[in-house]
């Protein structure tokens, strides 16, 4: 699965027949990505509506502080 590392994983994606997955790994995706479906480490962004990215900034930027946390 094609990812973005910078001081360990950021995030991983997938396209899938019916939406698009991202898989950041984080604690507190729960709370950024409520209005979406998903699982507790994915999110699942559906093919027929715009793609969220300010939302996928947002998710980054969490993981890098979380990577930077850890050393």
């Known amino acids: 699965m094609p990812g973005y ?4 994983g950021l995030v991983w994606f997938s396209a899938n ?3 698009i997955g991202l898989y ?3 604690s507190g995706m729960e709370k ?3 209005a979406y479906k998903g699982t507790k480490g994915s999110v699942h962004f ?3 509506e715009p793609i969220p990215y300010e ?3 947002e998710i980054v930027r969490v993981r890098l502080a979380e ?3 850890k050393g």
């Open 24 to 26: 950041p790994r984080t």
């Open 55 to 57: 939302l996928i900034h």
């Open 46 to 48: 559906p093919l027929n």
């Open 17 to 19: 027949k019916h939406h």
């Open 5 to 8: 590392f910078l001081n360990g």
């Open 67 to 69: 990577n930077e946390k």
């Open 32 to 34: 950024l990505v409520s």
